[in-house]
Each structure stands twice: as C-alpha cells, then as structure tokens.
C-alpha cells in the first residue's frame, strides 16, 4: 500500500500530459499549472521571466523548488515549480519528470503555432500572406464586401535606383498606412496587396492610399466569389495601370 | 444517434458504446446522458481519474454494480495499483492518498448515501476549489443518476 499515492500521482501526471496533445500553448500552460497543484501537495507552477531567472540553473534544482529555462517560440520563459517537498529525492524526480513532459510539449505547441503564425502573416509587412487570404476567400464574402487589389507603381524602378532596402521601406510603409486606417490588408507578393473591405471603407482606402503610387481595382461579392473575385479585381487594376499609362 | 454513438466511441477511447448509453432508445435521452458524463467526468477541473475512483466509490456505497464495474476496469487499465483498486472495489476510502484525493473520496463515500451540506466543509478545508467543490457534488449527482438509470433497466455490464 505504501506505493499507492506515489502511483496515484503518476497516474495524475500522465492524465495531464495526454491531455497536452490537443491544447495550445497557453493551454498547455493552464493544463499544466492546475496538474501541477493535484500531483504537488502544496506545490505552484510559476511562470518567471527570463530576466527574473538569471543565475538559475537552465534546468534543475532551484531555492524552494525546481526550475527549467524554456527558449521559446513563441518567447523564453522561466518554469519555476515552488515545491515545499523538493529536498525530498522521489520527490524531486518526479518533479523532474513532470517538468520533462511540459517542455516537450511547450516545444510541439510553441512550434506549430509559430509555423501556423508563419503562414498567416507576411515576413516583411507584417500583413495578412497570400495563404491566409485563399483561406478567408474560401469562407467566401458577404453581400455588400469585396476585395481591392492594389499594385505600388514603380517599386521595380526604386528597387533598380536605391536599392532593395528603399524598395522594403517603401513596402512597409503603404502596409503601416493600411494599417494605421485600419483596414483588412494582405500582402499578395512583391508590390501587390489586397484589402478586404465593405463599401463604406471606400474613402477609408482613398486615404491610407494618399502619397503612394498606386494602380488599383475593386470586385464585390455580388460579382464573384473566391479565386474569380480576385481574378476580376486584377483585371481591373490592370486596366487602370494602362489608362494611366496612356494618359501618361 | 450516429453522430452521438461517434462521439461517444472517439472520446472514451474504447471504439465502442457503453450499454449504460446504447440502452437509450430515445436519442434525447442519450445525448443527455452523454453529455452529462462528458461535461461532469471526462472534462472540469478535478482529475479524471479520482473522479471514476470518486464514481466506484458512490456506486458501491449505494449498491449499484454497472458503474462500479465498468469504471474499475477503466482504473485498472489506466495502471491503478491492485491493492487501492481492491479497496475501492471493497466501498472502502484507500488511506495515505495525496491530501486533495482523499478528501473527495471520502465526500464521495458519505454524500452516496447521506448527502448533507456539512460535508463540503472536508473539501474545502483540503484546499478545493469553489468550482471543484461544485464538481465534486455533480459527480456524485451524476453517478447516483448512472446507478438509477442502470438498475432500474437492469442494463449488463458491458463484456470487459
């Protein structure tokens, strides 16, 4: 009998840890945090900063406890389990062990939401990527909502004149104008981008638009859905880009 | 019904219906139960596993055997040591658990029988929660509605 709370709380421990698979990152955290008060009498996971942490141990015993250093993504942090018990050798195995599994799953669930985060966000403007756009098409526009497909005219020639850099800045700074109107902004690729927006954002994206070179088209819902409103918005802007340029 | 037996196989784990939800002929009925076990035993705050301990432990007190049973084997298959199983298996609170557990198997043994306010004082007193508290009292509501449901349809315990 005597190995019976011992075995409970491993049996605990691996409740806690089966139900990592399905949880994301904060998730995990909040999981592992209410286990850790079932599987520790009297014992607290504690999330530190890492600027808190500094002189303790990347893993291992720490005063009143047992702490380990995770890098991160999303961001490090600093796992501190206050444990009354942890001089205690069994004890402080199974804290170890406890600590083990939480970071391996910190790590899966940390991971994929920065690849998931990866895939829906533009490296370079921090916008919406083309994958998250087809995503947000595909659950289709409601009546009244469409799309604007925008192209900044002569970024080939800045890129060519003062160089990549001044073609990035110039890049950011129309996503940041987007932004700042708070409009639904993507970045397609290269110099292209697409707001989704309702009629009335209109004048909203006459304004984030003044003082950038730029040919564009609108399609709506009512038109098209999906990979033709895009088509649509794109034959648009390439008719205004000629009618400029004629009129050039 | 297909999409509730689905449900049930995918999240017990067992790739089969449990009689106590298949003997339900009206579709209300099972969903209710279901989902009565689900948001009560499967998820919440308290553990899993004391909550079936807590389960065994309500339906011996009151003398109902499919859940007692079915919920023995659960713990078994989990890795639950012979000898506590033995003495759930016997009605009997195991001594010497961690400070949390014990305090609700206790609770589960008295309430089965004697339900009365006063107990909450022995979880509350071992550190639980105002919500865990709640939990533990539909546990033991939900296992005293289990052993009416499976003595009174005199449903079998499920070939284990």
Known sequence: ????????????????????????????????????????????LEVVRPEAAIGLPARGRVPGGY???????????????????????????????????LLAALEGAGYREELERQARIDWLT??????????RLQEGLGEGWGLALLD?????????????????????????SLRRYALEAYRLAGDEF???????DIPRLHRALEGFAVSYGVSWAEEAQGEA???????????????????? | MEHIDQEIAEELGFGLVPNVFAYAQSSELKAALWKAFRHVVLRGLLPRTVKE??????????????????HLHALMVQGTETALLEALRRGEVPSGLPGKV??????????????????????????????EVQEAVAVVGLFALVNTWTDLLEIPVDPL
């Not at chain 1, 921090?126 to 995503?135: C, D, H």
């Not at chain 1, 409103?229 to 050039?248: E, I, W």
Request: glycine letters at 8%.
């Open chain 1, 126 to 135: 921090g916008l919406g990527s083309r994958r998250f756009l087809e995503r």
């Open chain 1, 194 to 200: 697409v707001v989704v927006l309702s009629r009335e």
């Open chain 2, 102 to 131: 014990q305090a609700l198997l206790a609770f589960a043994h008295k309430a089965a029988t004697a339900p009365d306010p006063g107990l909450l004082a022995g979880l509350r007193q071992a550190g639980l929660s105002e919500a």
């Open chain 1, 1 to 44: 009998m005597s190995l019976e709370p011992l075995l409970l709380r491993l049996l605990l421990l691996h409740e806690a840890v089966v139900g990592y698979g399905s949880l994301d990152f904060n998730g995990v955290l909040q999981r592992a945090k209410h286990a850790a008060e079932w599987i520790f009498e009297d014992g607290k």
């Open chain 1, 229 to 248: 409103l895009l088509a649509l918005a794109d034959a648009r802007m390439y008719q205004q880009k000629r009618s400029r340029g004629r009129d050039r």
């Open chain 1, 67 to 101: 702490g380990a250093y995770f890098p991160g993504p999303p961001e490090p942090l600093y796992l501190r389990l206050a444990y009354p018990k942890i001089d205690d050798a069994t004890e402080l195995r199974i804290a170890a062990l406890f600590v083990d599994h």
């Open chain 2, 53 to 70: 301990m807590m389960g065994v432990l309500v339906s011996r007190a009151r003398g109902s055997s499919y859940a007692a049973e079915v």
């Open chain 1, 152 to 176: 900044l005219d002569g970024l080939k020639q800045v890129n060519d004149t003062q160089g990549h850099l001044a073609g990035d800045r110039l890049l950011k700074a129309l996503a940041e």
